[in-house]
């Protein structure tokens, strides 16, 4: 069959694709990669085909005011103002976090009507339809003249499920997140049918109306949540979900990378790795967590820190302490299986390494994306810890992680949650199941057809 992925063009979207796209390849399947014309590097990088769609969007220029904090970050830490540093910080949170961004703790009884029209009706238009406008058109048409059997897409990449309508292909969503997006749709809906109007104002629903009209269809729900998930963590960490949701094992892809020698040497005392985000770093400019405190935090402690930071992070410290060795970058999941412990913002990278490998983590989120949700869950599940950003000193970061290093409760439980990880099909092993559902899911688009 044909196998259309859709993505945007953030290369931490994609690289969660690859594995995926490589075992359908494999098993004899056609596969292309659509997305923004900025990731096709990427895309080819990866051995797979590209296929460019639409114009490049200008995300980061919305980032520009976040960018111009972060710098003053940087400076004042070079002069070794913490006080300054930290108010820069406070200054930033409150950029980043915010009632319309904040979709950490989907829930009925946390949002108001209100407050989840406010969610839609920000998102669609500085995030939705900045990601998705331009490749909607080229989509379709892709669809049109390629023919895909199924459609899978990134979370955020709406086209792609557009374009699978369009075209009657089966069409699901591939997970890089705890599921923030279809839950909170769920709960967008559940409070627009308590509201007197008959029809009240659905921004998602609209947005994706009009570009499904255009191309002589129409709007069906799955359209926000795709006709099946694919979802690449285990469900003991997942929100309750009123979608079909298909389990498949992490594989971990990273893009060109080399193991440095070091990695495979076994540490002489526990190995702690912290990753503070270097997709976030790259779009504000800098991590948002005040890396000197948390050096100060592990000088101490007899363990090997290994901090993961790009050169404008590591070229700040005014310290650096003798048991920390700062490193530009790392794949993750070459050094990870070595690790005590993992101590990272709350992404899809880290978060998914240390589940696949068993190994406790702490997280310092702040309310934005699905990096609080994600804490939270694994909090729950006693896989880890977690403190907001804003409480990050050396004070209690070092008690949070000494804490995850001594008591064995942490290991038990991530070692529990990385046997419900390998209990997964892995990606192989999913393609029997893709091909199944693209039978039953498929619509009557034009020339559709799955090969036998």
């Known amino acids: 069959m044909r196998v259309l992925f859709a993505t945007v063009s953030e290369k931490s979207h994609l690289y969660t694709m690859v594995p995926l796209a490589w075992a359908l390849t494999t098993a004899g399947h056609e596969v292309r990669v659509a997305g923004n014309p900025a990731v096709t590097d990427a895309i080819t990088h990866s051995g797979l085909t590209a296929t460019p769609v639409g114009t490049d969007h200008r995300m980061g220029d919305a980032f520009a005011p976040y960018r111009e904090l972060s710098a003053r970050i940087i400076d004042a830490r070079k002069r ?9 910080y406070r200054t930033l949170y409150g950029l980043l976090e915010n009632e319309a961004m904040d979709w950490s703790e989907p829930g009925v009884e946390r949002e108001t009507w209100p407050s989840v029209l406010t969610k839609y009706q920000v998102n669609v238009e500085r995030l939705y339809r900045v990601y998705n406008d331009s490749m909607v058109d080229d989509l379709v048409e892709l669809a049109r003249s390629w023919r895909p059997d199924l459609v899978i897409w990134s979370p955020l990449a709406y086209a792609g499920a557009v374009a699978a309508r369009v075209v009657g292909a089966a069409h699901a969503r591939l997970l890089w997140n705890v599921d923030i997006y279809s839950a909170m749709r769920g709960v967008f809906l559940e409070l627009a049918g308590r509201q007197p109007a008959e029809r009240p104002e659905d921004p998602l629903g ?9 191309h002589g269809s129409d ?25 079909r949701r298909v389990a498949v ?22 190995r702690v790795c912290f990753s503070p985000g270097s997709s976030t770093a790259s779009v504000i400019g800098a991590s948002h967590l005040p890396v000197p405190e948390i050096l100060d935090a592990v000088a101490d402690l007899d363990i090997e820190f290994v901090a993961s930071l790009p050169p404008q992070e590591s070229g700040s410290l005014r310290r650096v302490p003798d048991n920390t060795r700062i490193v530009d970058f790392v794949p993750l999941h070459t050094i990870v299986p070595s690790c005590s412990a993992v101590v990272h913002h709350g992404g899809f990278g880290g978060w998914s390494a240390a589940l696949l490998h068993g190994v406790p983590q702490f997280l310092l989120p702040i309310r934005f994306s699905d990096w609080w949700a994600k804490a939270a869950v694994l909090d729950a599940q006693g896989g880890g810890a977690y403190l907001h950003a804003s409480e990050v000193t050396a004070e209690t970061l070092r008690e949070g992680l000494v804490r995850l290093l001594e008591e064995p409760s942490y290991r038990e439980s ?20 893709l091909e199944k559902l693209t039978r039953d899911f498929r619509g009557d688009g034009p020339g559709v057809g799955v090969a036998p």
């Open 414 to 433: 991530a070692a529990r949650l990385r046997r419900e990880m390998l209990d997964a099909p892995t990606p192989n092993d999913l393609v029997p199941t």
């Open 219 to 243: 709007f069906a729900e799955e359209v926000t949540t795709g006709q099946w998930t694919i979802d690449q963590g285990p469900a003991s960490l997942q929100l309750p979900l009123g979608v």
């Open 249 to 270: 094992r992490y594989a971990p892809y990273n893009g060109p990378s080399v193991e440095p020698d070091w990695v495979r040497r076994a540490p002489d005392r526990p």
């Open 206 to 214: 609209d947005w994706l109306t009009g570009h499904l009209r255009r």
């Open 80 to 88: 070794d103002d913490r006080a300054g540093a930290r108010e820069l």
